[in-house]
């Protein structure tokens, strides 16, 4: 956690990887578990964003800020997300 410091000013909730460079999280895997879901894509790239941040909730915090409610269909994606 040494490093902790130069990621302070890493704001951001999503970053994409090639799964070749998955090994140099070794170092910080700690602070990535309990901060970051992993994603495999299977295309040889992964990525990861921020614990309870997803396109869905991505969607509610822009319909809210929008002031409009979550009606989305029933069945849709975005209704199941919610």
């Not at 999280?25 to 921020?50: C, K, N, P, V, W």
Request: aromatic share 10%; net charge negative.
């Amino acid at each position: 956690m040494e490093h902790t410091e130069r990621f302070s000013a890493f704001a951001c909730n999503k970053f994409c990887y090639e799964d070749t460079e998955f090994a140099k999280f070794e170092r910080i895997q700690a602070f990535m578990d309990e901060y970051y879901d992993m994603h495999e894509l299977g295309i040889a790239i992964g990525e990861s964003t921020m614990k309870g941040v997803n396109k869905g909730t991505g969607v509610v915090h822009a319909l809210k800020r929008l002031g409009r409610g979550h009606e989305a269909r029933s069945g849709s994606a975005i209704s199941r997300t919610i």
